[in-house]
């Protein structure tokens, strides 16, 4: 095991130093400049920013120095954003991206894997094609629909809960919702696929040959193999939540991290940019060997494998 997690954290360093530096590639090529939304101001200030910020050295030594200040986590401040350090925008944005983003999970959990198993055990009967049809639609409606349409409804009709904002205990209701019913069609279609090829096993047939009631099939034999696709795709899938959805804070307003991830590209905010990009990477990296000790200890052939 030891072996194992030293090997997934030296694969996770080289993929955050990868980000890192496409990150800072992708800026260095898009067009424009940090100081190009700034025209009023003269010429010698912004001479004296463009040294300011060591936009005036070399490229390698640009992306030198942001590779040290993350590296020793002296995180410098924001270019957009005087006076703020980068840790410091993550910090307070982030509570609100991770409290959505676990309420969107469990919704997801709660509502797809049941749905999935329903579907599943009957399989090929009106039960089945009616949670089949449901978890399509959730695929098949995007966020920018489903957000607008949910506080339409709930916000501004039936004034359960604030339409917009992040100003009350329960504003992170809607956003959730919207996300949940999204996540829990895929997780629903990945529950059924794993379940029913779970089901035609060789050691399901023993199972039953042995008068294993339906129920202890399902979810003592089971279960815990059909669940291995489900981890698969949760692990990725929390942390883009955890950095927020742009479309849903920009449809409900909220000051989450999703903003300052696309904010910083747009005005290529280097520091803020790579930033993100990184808490980004360290957060799948984190999730996936979440996901991978889960799997070692729900399927024993697999194993803590480097």
Known sequence: MLSFLISRLMQGLVVIFGVLCITFALLKMAPGSPMQSERNIPEHIREQQVIALGLDKPVYVQLWRHLV??????FPASSKNPGRGVDEIIVQAFPVSAMVALAALVIAIGFGIPMGALAAVRANTFDDRVCMVIATLGICTPSMVLGPLIALVL?????WFNASGWYDWDDWVLPSLTLGIIYSAYIAR???????????QDFIRTARAKGASEMAIVFRHSFKLACLPVLNYLGPTAAGLMTGSIIIETVFQLPGLGQHFVGAAVNRDFVLAMATAAFY????IGFNLLVDFLQALLNPRIGFKS
């Not at 200040?69 to 002296?74: K, L």
């Not at 990477?281 to 799948?284: G, K, Q, R, S, T």
């Open 69 to 74: 200040s993350f590296a020793t986590f002296n």
């Open 190 to 200: 990945l529950t059924r696929g794993g379940l029913r090829e779970t089901l035609v």
């Open 281 to 284: 990477a360290v957060l799948i």
């Open 155 to 159: 916000g501004l009709k039936l004034r």
